[in-house]
């Protein structure tokens, strides 16, 4: 197995963003405005890639409720991209209005994983029928997300992931309930197993390897873009003041998919961000695994190898809005890794 080259000659890049958390689970209803509609489809925690589809599924049918058929999306992320989609495929008219096109998003550097429940709520927060609502995002968007296996590009692959044990960067209890529901999916998917120290590539422990849906980003994020112009959509660079203007656009119905932006915006003091951090390495065709060790996850995608530390629990990173390359994170990171492949 080709090991990953972790030394700092082969970092490319360094990107920060924050992930839209709230504890009451993603927003996805419908506000009036006077003669104005407003369907918010936003706060989707580390589940935004996950659920996109589901969710977008759900916005654009509350949207198309009222019986037009032209329609402002506002964000150009994963989740307005996937709701803009959804809507033109119906045969409406849809302008996606944003300060960000597709590629400068958030979205644009997430760690792309299947992961629909990544700090998506709070149990604490929630109650049973959450739970079913969330179910049906999480199984559409998986349906969706497998059309793509296959497609010239590799939007979506499956990629085999080793968890090893071991490190210096031990997982505690976080001090939040977040809500773990993978298991719950009643969904047809590549099973997990454990290779013993003899059949396994890392030496002589257990390590518990499977496939694991790979969402390649850039790849993926262009293909959502070019698919939703192609179907006649329409996109317009735009920066928002405030409310008011959002509420001057022409369109009789808009969809909020503003993420983070969306506390400031439209004053959901509830939205809380998540900092996540992400190490860029060179591509590594030849070294096409992901791994998780030491509080670290690492994939090999097409655009880059990508090392994240994850910290101790999914505490890390709660609350801070600063999207500041924090060096010794990276330092961190890319040293455990070099560690491992001494």
């Known amino acids: 197995m080709a090991p990953i080259l972790a030394d700092r000659e082969h970092l ?138 296959g497609l010239a590009d590799d939007p979506v692959e499956y990629v085999t992931q080793y968890n090893l044990p071991g490190g210096s960067n031990p997982r505690t209890r976080p001090s939040r309930s977040y809500l773990a529901l993978d298991r719950q999916l009643d969904v047809i998917g590549p099973r997990w197993t454990t290779l013993d120290g003899t059949n ?35 996109m317009v660079r735009r920066e928002f003041a405030d409310r008011a203007e959002v509420l001057a656009l022409p369109e009789a119905v808009i969809v909020n998919c503003m993420g983070y932006g969306a506390r400031a915006m439209w004053g959901d003091d509830s939205l809380v961000p998540v900092r996540g951090q992400i190490n860029w390495l060179l591509p590594q065709p030849e070294a096409h695994y992901a791994l998780y060790y030491d509080a670290m996850s690492v994939i090999s995608r097409p655009d880059g190898v990508i090392v994240q530390y994850l910290g101790p629990n999914d505490d890390w990173g709660h609350g801070i809005d600063n999207e500041s390359v924090d060096w010794d994170e990276t330092n961190l990171a890319l040293s455990s890794l070099r560690r491992l492949f001494a």
């Open 12 to 149: 490319m890049k360094v990107t920060v963003c924050l992930r839209p958390f709230r504890a009451a689970g993603p927003r996805l209803e419908v506000e009036r405005f006077g003669a104005k509609t407003v369907v918010h489809n936003y706060g989707h925690g580390g589940s935004g890639w996950s659920l996109s589809w589901g969710c977008a599924e759900e916005a654009s049918a509350l949207a198309r409720s009222g019986g037009g058929d032209e329609f402002a999306v506002i964000g150009a992320g994963v989740i307005g991209l996937t709701t803009a989609l959804r809507l033109v495929e119906s045969g409406t008219r849809v302008t996606i209005y944003a300060n960000d096109f597709p590629a400068e998003t958030r979205s644009a550097r997430a760690t792309g994983v299947w992961s629909p429940s990544s700090r998506v709520a709070l149990a604490d927060n929630t109650d049973a029928a959450f739970v079913e609502r969330w179910k049906g995002w999480a199984e559409r968007s998986y349906a969706r997300h497998q059309q793509m296996v």
């Open 200 to 234: 396994n590539p890392f030496g002589d422990e257990d390590v518990r390897s499977g496939p694991v849906m790979t969402f390649n980003v850039a790849r993926y994020t262009d293909r959502l873009a070019r698919q939703f112009l192609l179907r006649g959509g329409r």
